[in-house]
């Protein structure tokens, strides 16, 4: 027996397949025909059942969300018609105090419609069943003001009931992700987080290059269905930020805007917070000490700078010293302010003294006088007096007179001018008015603080 070559392995095979029956060859392209068809039909077969369950699925699930929109439009009709009856007849809870928060809210909408203008849209912006809970995003108009509101329900044997919110049922959670920034969120914040994730990021990059942070810090947001939650920084995660969901927090939130300016200046004041707590350790100084006022009033800044708004009595200081001396000294600023820094670490970086400061000194005064009614109220003499000339005889009895009238009304700061004093004293006399009777008080700078004289 001898080695075959390639070519004459190959040359049997054809030998082979030539001389094949060609009956055969019929009968075995007929099976594997047949099986073709068969396992098409199968297909066919399997794919227009999963059709219709799929279809039968998707009516049902139609049918299950028309029974809640009736239901919710019901409701809402009740409340526009003033229908009690109708209206409580749609609520359900085994506690007899969701039955009380409703009474409240059905008698509160009827005053609403009246003396706010309330309007009960009926429009319906998003709806989710799962099983046997519902929830609808309803709009609502308020003083012409777009608003939203969440409500919850539960399919009972009787149909859908409006029950207890149930925070559990927000969505899906996501998060959004830029360089320096997390935000973590459910579904129906989705617009917040997209505002947020977007306004924060320019915030961290512009307030570093503001206050010459060497890096930026990274943050995490976490939005959450929680209204008991206190917007701040998590106690235990330090760069966390915990932001309550104003559709969770609210009655109605506003749906004419992402964001509402108050919770846009929350948000904004405790990332202030992280930028400045990574320049420099920080102790509380006594409230009415210049650190105290100097460090509130650069947040408050910085913050005005991120939203676009400020109050044009409160910010002259700071305005007035930026526009004087150039913004880089807020991170100076920042950096070597100690809790018993006073106005002349300020002189000193500019290289002037407090006197010669070329600032609007009006949001000083007025803090100093609204400080001392505060200190007073809270009963704190020893510190009303420390910001006193206590030791002038001038100002004893005008002392004496404060301290014993702790509710007397604040001035208000109208004007105030600096000039050299008696004795190489520099003073600050400040124009105010008390009610409608116009005066005038006098500091004198001592120790590199204004105290007040007369």
Same mark, same amino acid.
């Not at 309007?119 to 429009?123: A, E, F, I, Q």
């Not at 509130?296 to 700078?305: D, G, P, R």
């Not at 704190?380 to 206590?390: F, G, H, P, R, T």
């Given at each position: ?9 190959e040359?049997?095979r ?12 019929r ?11 068969? @396992? ?55 506690s007899?105090?969701?039955f ?18 309330l ?5 319906v912006?998003?709806?989710a ?49 830029t ?21 924060a ?16 810090p ?18 235990n ?33 405790e ?24 460090r ?5 800044? @910085?913050?005005?700078?991120?939203t ?12 007035s ?15 070597e ?21 070329a ?5 000083f ?8 009614k ?5 009963g ?11 030791a002038?005889p ?5 002392l ?15 004007g ?9 004293v ?23 603080t ?5």
């Open positions: 027996m001898g080695v075959k070559l390639d070519w004459q392995v040359a049997e054809v030998h082979n397949r030539v001389g094949e029956d060609p009956r055969s060859r009968r075995r392209r007929l099976r594997r025909l047949r099986v073709t068809v068969l @396992i098409l039909a199968a297909t066919l077969v399997m794919g227009t059942i999963g059709a219709l369950i799929l279809s039968r699925l998707s009516y049902v699930e139609g049918v299950i969300e028309r029974s809640l929109l009736e239901t919710v439009q019901a409701e809402i009709a009740a409340l526009r018609i003033g229908n009690y009856p109708d209206f409580i007849a749609l609520q359900r809870s085994s007899d105090a969701w009380q928060v409703q009474t409240e809210k059905f008698y509160r909408y009827q005053d609403l419609k009246s003396s706010a203008g309007n009960l849209t009926g429009v912006s998003s709806i069943v799962d099983s046997q809970r519902g929830r609808v995003v309803l709009e609502e108009v308020l003083n012409g003001v777009l608003h939203q509101t969440v409500w919850f329900y539960w399919r009972y044997t009787d149909g859908w009931r409006h029950v207890p919110s149930d925070l559990t049922f927000w969505g899906e959670t996501s998060s959004l992700k360089p320096h920034l997390t935000v973590n969120y459910h579904t129906l914040d989705t617009a917040l987080a997209g505002t947020l994730s977007e306004r990021e320019r915030w961290i990059v512009e307030g570093c290059a503001l206050l010459a942070c060497e890096t930026p990274v943050l995490t947001f976490e939005i959450i269905p929680d209204p008991g939650l206190t917007l701040g920084a998590d106690p995660r330090p760069d966390t930020i915990l932001i309550p969901s104003p559709l969770a927090s609210l009655e109605r939130a506003r749906a004419d805007q992402p964001i509402s300016a108050s919770l846009e200046d929350q948000i904004a004041l990332v202030v917070h992280q930028l400045m707590g990574k320049l420099a350790a920080w102790a509380d100084p006594a409230p009415g000490a210049d650190a105290a006022w100097l509130a009033s650069l947040v408050e800044s @910085i913050v005005s700078s991120f676009g708004r400020s109050d044009p009595a409160r910010s002259a200081f700071m305005e010293l930026k526009g004087t001396y150039g913004t880089a000294l807020m991170g100076r600023l920042a950096r302010l100690k809790p018993d820094s006073t106005l002349n670490l300020l002189a000193s970086m500019v290289g002037t003294s407090v006197d010669l400061l600032v609007d000194w009006r949001p005064f007025q803090w100093r006088l609204d400080i001392e505060t200190l007073l109220t809270r704190d003499q020893y510190s009303v007096i420390a910001l006193w000339d206590a002038n001038a100002s004893q009895d005008l004496r007179a404060r301290l014993n009238d702790p509710s007397a009304a604040s001035a208000q700061v109208i105030v001018s600096i000039a050299p004093g008696g004795e190489g520099a003073r600050a006399v400040v124009q105010v008015t008390v009610g409608d009777t116009p005066g005038t008080l006098i500091w004198r700078l001592v120790e590199g204004w105290k007040r004289s007369g």
